[in-house]
């Protein structure tokens, strides 16, 4: 079979109530002909969010689940239920992974970072954090990402963040961006990012845990704009963040490679393994700046 062929029968195939069994059966076995390194990005992008539509609706058809680890889902796939699509899953997934220049350009901009807080706090703020007002809570966060954006971005330009409080009410402490993109013919557009943080999060009774959901999102809006970067032609194929940003953007064009539905995907994720690696750094290099900043 040829990629082409293997395109349109992933198109083809669906989930939901459309979904069909005898296609699916047909999608997998022609995956496993490919080594995923010789598909196209596009191909490998399409390849995978078909595949977890497909497993996530036989897993909620058929009761395969457990309960999440994270956030974000009331559940996970037991993927034991679904051997070969995670198979090829694992598969694409190892050839989607960031380069370690892209760890190197946001290690070296943390630390500048956390310099930057040192010099110029933003939390060190009277009323302590427990007796502020969620909008005035937003408000710092807002600013810590934007200061944060602004030092690892590429290119400069105006970085349009707003933070909200997320109206869903979950029991559990968490932030989630919401990366407004607007899909052209030729890639994505950024126009901005939202960050909604959970009532929890902000009712804890220190910065700390925000700070750090808020570091965890801003390096996703980075790397979004890296992919607007290399839309824009700022990022030429010589440059040493070209195939990171060339993943990103497929990524952002086509969806996530890895939901969190699935948690082996998601753990396995180069842009979620470089957020949480990002947040995971801070807290041990800003330890010190909480200490100090923590108190009222
Ligand atoms: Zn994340």
Known sequence: MRERELQKLIRAGAGGDDFDPALHGRIVAALKEFEPSALSLTTRFQAAGYLQRAVTYLAHQNDYKRPSPYAQDDFVVDEEKFPEETGILTGISATLQYSNEMANHFEGRRRSLIQSLN?????????????????????????????????????????????????????????????????????????????????????????????ILAYHESVHIVSHQIALDLNNGDIPPAHPLYNDARIRRASLYFGPAESSCIASLYESDSEEKLAYGEQEAFIREAAAFNRSQAKP
């Open 119 to 211: 010099s110029k706090p933003i939390f060190s703020v009277a009323p302590p954090w427990n007796t502020l007002s969620e909008q005035a809570k937003l408000s710092l966060l807002n600013e810590f990402m934007k200061r944060s954006v602004e030092i690892h971005s590429l290119v400069k330009g105006e970085n349009r963040i707003i933070s909200l409080l997320d109206d869903q009410n979950h029991a559990r402490p968490y932030a989630r961006s919401l990366l407004q993109i607007s899909k052209r013919e030729d890639g994505i557009q950024r126009t901005g990012a939202a960050v909604k943080f959970s009532k929890k999060v902000l009712g804890s009774q220190t910065h700390r845990r925000a700070l």
